[in-house]
């Protein structure tokens, strides 16, 4: 079982950026497709995007395409979500999440493990 702890929220004014990183523990990283999951206040968990296990593939949801890139260091255990061209809308709690499942998960209920999440919050 993968253990996971986000970092790299924050407060920032509308056009900043932030990057935000999760570091995993507890088995083998390298196996794990990963993904960010975010939740804004009173909506369902929303897919952000996600990478596959060895980097290879990357899928992006259209409300963060162009502006958001996920990667991954297996030799750090770390998967990281840089955030540009910050919007209101993207204020939420950014989970990372964890898959063993066949393909890469680009719903948040294909995800295994999760993390504590990390609150981000963008102002007009």
């Known amino acids: 079982q993968v253990h996971l702890v986000e970092s790299g929220g924050g407060l920032v004014q509308a056009g900043a950026s932030l990057r935000l990183s999760c570091a995993a523990s507890?088995?083998?990283?390298?196996?794990?497709?990963m993904g960010w999951v975010r939740q804004a206040p009173g909506k369902e968990r929303e897919f952000v995007s996600a990478i596959s296990s060895g980097g290879g593939s990357i899928y992006d949801s259209d409300s963060v395409k162009g502006r958001f890139t996920i990667s991954r260091d297996n030799a750090k255990n770390t998967v990281y979500l840089q955030m540009n061209s910050l919007k209101p809308e993207d204020t939420a709690v950014y989970y990372c999440?964890?898959?063993?499942?066949?393909?890469?998960?680009?719903?948040?209920?294909?995800?295994?493990?999760w993390g504590q999440g990390t609150q981000v919050t963008v102002s007009s």
């Open positions: 999440a964890a898959s063993l499942g066949v393909g890469v998960p680009t719903q948040p209920y294909e995800y295994n493990f």
């Open positions: 507890g088995s083998t990283f390298s196996i794990y497709d």
